[in-house]
Protein backbone atom coordinates (compact mmCIF):
# COMPACT_ATOMS: atom_id res chain seq x y z
CA UNK A 1 0.00 0.00 0.00
CA UNK A 2 1.46 3.26 -0.67
CA UNK A 3 1.67 5.79 2.38
CA UNK A 4 -1.46 8.38 2.78
CA UNK A 5 -3.48 6.57 0.31
CA UNK A 6 -6.66 7.37 1.67
CA UNK A 7 -7.73 9.44 -1.11
CA UNK A 8 -6.82 7.15 -3.95
CA UNK A 9 -9.72 5.64 -4.15
CA UNK A 10 -12.53 6.70 -6.80
CA UNK A 11 -15.40 6.08 -8.31
CA UNK A 12 -18.01 8.46 -9.54
CA UNK A 13 -19.40 6.59 -12.18
CA UNK A 14 -23.34 6.91 -10.77
CA UNK A 15 -22.82 10.47 -10.63
CA UNK A 16 -25.49 11.94 -11.99
CA UNK A 17 -25.12 13.30 -15.64
CA UNK A 18 -22.13 10.43 -16.39
CA UNK A 19 -22.57 7.29 -17.59
CA UNK A 20 -19.35 6.58 -17.71
CA UNK A 21 -17.97 8.22 -14.93
CA UNK A 22 -14.68 10.15 -14.87
CA UNK A 23 -13.28 11.38 -17.90
CA UNK A 24 -9.87 12.38 -19.23
CA UNK A 25 -8.89 15.61 -17.51
CA UNK A 26 -9.73 18.89 -20.05
CA UNK A 27 -7.50 21.60 -20.50
CA UNK A 28 -9.16 24.20 -18.27
CA UNK A 29 -9.50 28.17 -19.70
CA UNK A 30 -8.75 30.64 -16.80
CA UNK A 31 -11.90 31.90 -15.13
CA UNK A 32 -14.35 33.89 -16.92
CA UNK A 33 -17.12 36.11 -15.74
CA UNK A 34 -19.25 34.13 -16.69
CA UNK A 35 -18.52 30.57 -17.24
CA UNK A 36 -19.76 27.88 -19.56
CA UNK A 37 -22.70 25.78 -18.25
CA UNK A 38 -23.49 27.92 -15.56
CA UNK A 39 -27.55 28.77 -15.22
CA UNK A 40 -28.77 30.48 -12.23
CA UNK A 41 -32.05 29.36 -11.74
CA UNK A 42 -30.86 25.01 -11.84
CA UNK A 43 -27.93 22.55 -11.99
CA UNK A 44 -27.17 22.38 -15.99
CA UNK A 45 -25.93 18.59 -17.04
CA UNK A 46 -22.99 20.69 -18.78
CA UNK A 47 -22.08 22.48 -15.75
CA UNK A 48 -22.37 19.41 -13.56
CA UNK A 49 -19.91 16.97 -16.50
CA UNK A 50 -17.30 20.07 -16.03
CA UNK A 51 -17.17 19.89 -12.35
CA UNK A 52 -16.56 15.80 -12.17
CA UNK A 53 -13.71 16.44 -14.65
CA UNK A 54 -12.14 19.32 -12.68
CA UNK A 55 -12.76 17.37 -9.52
CA UNK A 56 -11.02 14.51 -10.86
CA UNK A 57 -8.14 16.68 -12.42
CA UNK A 58 -7.78 18.14 -8.81
CA UNK A 59 -7.65 14.48 -7.20
CA UNK A 60 -5.36 13.23 -9.63
CA UNK A 61 -2.75 16.14 -8.88
CA UNK A 62 -3.32 15.58 -4.98
CA UNK A 63 -2.01 12.10 -5.68
CA UNK A 64 0.92 12.43 -8.23
CA UNK A 65 2.30 15.00 -5.65
CA UNK A 66 2.98 12.98 -2.95
CA UNK A 67 3.83 13.64 0.15
CA UNK A 68 2.32 17.53 0.80
CA UNK A 69 3.93 17.99 4.41
CA UNK A 70 7.21 18.16 4.86
CA UNK A 71 9.33 18.76 7.83
CA UNK A 72 10.45 22.97 8.09
CA UNK A 73 11.59 25.40 10.33
CA UNK A 74 10.93 28.81 8.25
CA UNK A 75 7.02 30.20 7.51
CA UNK A 76 7.15 31.80 3.60
CA UNK A 77 7.21 35.28 3.55
CA UNK A 78 4.22 37.02 2.55
CA UNK A 79 4.00 39.54 -0.28
CA UNK A 80 4.00 43.27 -0.08
CA UNK A 81 0.52 44.50 -0.92
CA UNK A 82 -0.85 48.22 -1.11
CA UNK A 83 -2.54 48.58 1.87
CA UNK A 84 -5.00 51.16 2.84
CA UNK A 85 -7.35 51.33 -0.11
CA UNK A 86 -11.68 50.36 -0.13
CA UNK A 87 -14.45 50.06 -2.50
CA UNK A 88 -18.02 50.12 -0.76
CA UNK A 89 -20.48 48.29 -2.89
CA UNK A 90 -23.40 46.32 -2.58
CA UNK A 91 -22.94 42.78 -2.46
CA UNK A 92 -23.91 39.29 -0.71
CA UNK A 93 -21.60 38.17 1.56
CA UNK A 94 -21.31 34.01 1.56
CA UNK A 95 -19.65 32.49 5.07
CA UNK A 96 -18.76 28.26 5.15
CA UNK A 97 -18.20 26.48 7.63
CA UNK A 98 -16.68 23.06 8.34
CA UNK A 99 -18.76 21.13 10.94
CA UNK A 100 -16.65 19.60 13.40
CA UNK A 101 -13.32 20.24 11.87
CA UNK A 102 -11.36 20.00 15.09
CA UNK A 103 -12.65 16.48 15.83
CA UNK A 104 -10.93 15.13 12.74
CA UNK A 105 -7.51 13.82 13.58
CA UNK A 106 -4.82 15.70 12.89
CA UNK A 107 -1.78 14.50 15.41
CA UNK A 108 0.72 12.46 13.78
CA UNK A 109 1.65 13.46 10.54
CA UNK A 110 0.29 10.76 8.37
CA UNK A 111 -2.92 12.63 10.15
CA UNK A 112 -2.11 15.93 8.77
CA UNK A 113 -1.17 14.15 5.64
CA UNK A 114 -4.70 12.95 5.08
CA UNK A 115 -6.38 15.94 6.30
CA UNK A 116 -4.59 18.33 4.14
CA UNK A 117 -5.60 16.66 1.40
CA UNK A 118 -9.20 16.31 2.39
CA UNK A 119 -8.91 20.21 2.62
CA UNK A 120 -7.39 20.47 -0.74
CA UNK A 121 -9.90 18.55 -2.52
CA UNK A 122 -12.81 20.16 -0.82
CA UNK A 123 -11.81 24.18 -0.86
CA UNK A 124 -10.40 23.63 -4.36
CA UNK A 125 -14.19 23.10 -5.72
CA UNK A 126 -15.72 25.37 -3.36
CA UNK A 127 -13.66 27.96 -4.45
CA UNK A 128 -14.42 26.78 -7.85
CA UNK A 129 -17.97 27.13 -7.30
CA UNK A 130 -17.50 30.55 -6.02
CA UNK A 131 -15.87 31.54 -8.88
CA UNK A 132 -18.33 30.20 -11.39
CA UNK A 133 -20.97 32.19 -9.86
CA UNK A 134 -19.67 35.13 -10.14
CA UNK A 135 -18.19 35.25 -6.81
CA UNK A 136 -14.85 36.65 -5.54
CA UNK A 137 -12.99 34.98 -2.61
CA UNK A 138 -11.88 36.59 0.18
CA UNK A 139 -10.23 33.75 2.71
CA UNK A 140 -9.63 30.91 3.36
CA UNK A 141 -9.98 30.44 7.23
CA UNK A 142 -9.20 27.03 7.65
CA UNK A 143 -12.00 25.24 8.06
CA UNK A 144 -14.36 27.46 6.13
CA UNK A 145 -14.03 30.47 3.65
CA UNK A 146 -15.56 33.92 2.75
CA UNK A 147 -17.22 35.11 -0.52
CA UNK A 148 -18.64 37.63 -1.61
CA UNK A 149 -20.95 38.58 -4.74
CA UNK A 150 -21.30 42.44 -5.37
CA UNK A 151 -24.70 43.06 -7.73
CA UNK A 152 -23.32 43.95 -11.11
CA UNK A 153 -24.09 44.36 -15.03
CA UNK A 154 -20.92 42.70 -15.69
CA UNK A 155 -22.79 39.52 -14.97
CA UNK A 156 -25.81 37.31 -16.25
CA UNK A 157 -27.10 37.34 -13.54
CA UNK A 158 -26.56 40.93 -11.48
CA UNK A 159 -28.13 39.81 -8.65
CA UNK A 160 -25.46 39.12 -6.22
CA UNK A 161 -27.77 37.45 -3.86
CA UNK A 162 -29.53 34.57 -5.61
CA UNK A 163 -25.82 34.28 -7.24
CA UNK A 164 -24.30 33.61 -3.57
CA UNK A 165 -27.86 31.11 -3.02
CA UNK A 166 -27.11 29.01 -6.14
CA UNK A 167 -23.71 29.02 -5.56
CA UNK A 168 -23.89 27.55 -1.74
CA UNK A 169 -27.02 25.14 -3.66
CA UNK A 170 -23.85 23.68 -6.20
CA UNK A 171 -21.67 23.65 -2.90
CA UNK A 172 -23.73 21.33 -0.96
CA UNK A 173 -24.91 19.27 -4.24
CA UNK A 174 -21.48 18.44 -5.56
CA UNK A 175 -20.01 17.75 -1.58
CA UNK A 176 -22.92 15.14 -1.57
CA UNK A 177 -22.61 13.38 -4.72
CA UNK A 178 -19.23 13.83 -5.50
CA UNK A 179 -16.56 15.11 -2.70
CA UNK A 180 -18.29 12.44 0.37
CA UNK A 181 -18.16 9.83 -2.24
CA UNK A 182 -14.32 9.74 -2.58
CA UNK A 183 -13.89 10.26 1.54
CA UNK A 184 -16.47 7.57 2.16
CA UNK A 185 -14.78 5.15 -0.74
CA UNK A 186 -11.28 5.98 1.84
CA UNK A 187 -13.02 5.21 5.08
CA UNK A 188 -13.33 8.49 5.80
CA UNK A 189 -15.72 10.86 7.89
CA UNK A 190 -17.80 12.96 5.21
CA UNK A 191 -17.66 16.51 4.94
CA UNK A 192 -20.42 18.29 6.89
CA UNK A 193 -21.08 22.27 6.58
CA UNK A 194 -23.39 25.53 6.86
CA UNK A 195 -23.38 28.46 5.27
CA UNK A 196 -24.67 32.02 5.85
CA UNK A 197 -25.62 34.81 3.36
CA UNK A 198 -26.03 38.55 4.19
CA UNK A 199 -26.76 41.21 1.56
CA UNK A 200 -25.85 44.98 1.37
CA UNK A 201 -23.40 47.73 1.44
CA UNK A 202 -19.91 46.76 2.29
CA UNK A 203 -16.20 48.38 1.81
CA UNK A 204 -13.50 45.75 0.74
CA UNK A 205 -10.73 46.86 1.63
CA UNK A 206 -6.51 45.64 2.11
CA UNK A 207 -5.08 46.59 5.45
CA UNK A 208 -2.23 45.57 7.72
CA UNK A 209 1.04 46.26 7.46
CA UNK A 210 3.15 46.73 4.43
CA UNK A 211 6.08 43.84 3.76
CA UNK A 212 4.19 42.32 6.88
CA UNK A 213 0.81 40.71 7.62
CA UNK A 214 -1.75 42.46 5.50
CA UNK A 215 -5.30 40.66 4.40
CA UNK A 216 -8.63 42.24 2.56
CA UNK A 217 -11.29 42.76 4.34
CA UNK A 218 -15.01 42.89 3.91
CA UNK A 219 -15.15 45.93 6.31
CA UNK A 220 -19.48 45.96 7.60
CA UNK A 221 -22.31 45.10 9.34
CA UNK A 222 -23.58 42.70 6.43
CA UNK A 223 -20.46 40.51 6.45
CA UNK A 224 -20.40 40.52 10.32
CA UNK A 225 -24.21 39.46 10.62
CA UNK A 226 -23.47 36.79 7.73
CA UNK A 227 -20.27 35.28 10.04
CA UNK A 228 -22.61 35.48 13.09
CA UNK A 229 -25.63 33.23 10.80
CA UNK A 230 -22.87 30.56 11.04
CA UNK A 231 -23.54 30.20 15.68
CA UNK A 232 -27.51 29.68 14.10
CA UNK A 233 -26.56 27.18 11.69
CA UNK A 234 -27.30 23.62 11.88
CA UNK A 235 -24.96 21.02 9.57
CA UNK A 236 -26.02 21.34 5.59
CA UNK A 237 -28.25 24.25 6.61
CA UNK A 238 -28.43 27.76 4.16
CA UNK A 239 -28.78 30.54 6.85
CA UNK A 240 -30.07 34.14 4.85
CA UNK A 241 -30.60 37.41 6.07
CA UNK A 242 -34.15 39.41 5.16
CA UNK A 243 -32.15 41.14 2.75
CA UNK A 244 -31.24 38.33 0.58
CA UNK A 245 -35.22 37.03 0.83
CA UNK A 246 -35.99 40.35 -0.50
CA UNK A 247 -33.96 40.08 -3.56
CA UNK A 248 -34.49 36.56 -4.64
CA UNK A 249 -37.12 35.85 -7.39
CA UNK A 250 -40.81 35.08 -5.94
CA UNK A 251 -40.33 31.30 -6.92
CA UNK A 252 -37.29 31.01 -4.44
CA UNK A 253 -39.23 32.29 -1.54
CA UNK A 254 -41.19 29.31 -0.95
CA UNK A 255 -38.31 27.68 0.33
CA UNK A 256 -37.30 30.14 3.02
CA UNK A 257 -38.21 29.23 6.35
CA UNK A 258 -38.03 31.82 9.71
CA UNK A 259 -34.93 30.57 11.25
CA UNK A 260 -35.16 32.98 14.37
CA UNK A 261 -36.32 36.48 14.98
CA UNK A 262 -33.72 36.72 17.60
CA UNK A 263 -30.74 37.34 15.87
CA UNK A 264 -29.43 39.57 17.99
CA UNK A 265 -29.56 42.38 14.84
CA UNK A 266 -31.86 45.56 14.22
CA UNK A 267 -33.07 47.87 11.87
CA UNK A 268 -31.72 50.87 12.89
CA UNK A 269 -34.68 52.97 11.15
CA UNK A 270 -37.28 51.20 13.46
CA UNK A 271 -35.23 49.31 15.83
CA UNK A 272 -37.25 46.03 15.19
CA UNK A 273 -35.33 42.73 14.98
CA UNK A 274 -33.88 41.51 11.44
CA UNK A 275 -34.83 37.85 11.14
CA UNK A 276 -32.45 34.99 9.82
CA UNK A 277 -34.07 32.41 7.00
CA UNK A 278 -33.62 29.06 6.83
CA UNK A 279 -32.93 28.39 2.55
CA UNK A 280 -34.55 25.07 2.43
CA UNK A 281 -34.10 24.63 -1.06
CA UNK A 282 -31.95 22.50 -2.85
CA UNK A 283 -30.94 20.99 -6.75
CA UNK A 284 -32.63 18.15 -8.16
CA UNK A 285 -30.27 15.76 -10.39
CA UNK A 286 -30.35 17.35 -13.76
CA UNK A 287 -32.31 15.77 -16.54
Known amino acids: MKPYSPLDPYSLSTFPG ?7 RPVLAPPAKISPGVN ?4 TPDYLRTQVERVKETLDKIIDRGA ?36 RPAATQEE ?12 TEMIRIA ?82 FNSIVAIGSTANAACKMLGKAEPDEIIVGENVIKALPSDWLGYCKLKTVDSGWIYINTGTPYPFYRYAGRWVDPS
Do not use: W
Not at 112 to 123: D, V, W, Y
Open 18 to 24: SSTGLVP
Open 40 to 43: YNFL
Open 68 to 103: HVSVGRVLPDDDSLAIGEGRRLPMAILFLDICSFSD
Open 112 to 123: QEILLRIMHLFF
Open 131 to 212: EDYGGTVEKNTGDGLMAYFEDSSDHAEKNGSKRAVAAALTMFYINARALNRILAQAGITPIRFRVGIDHGNVTIARVGAAKR
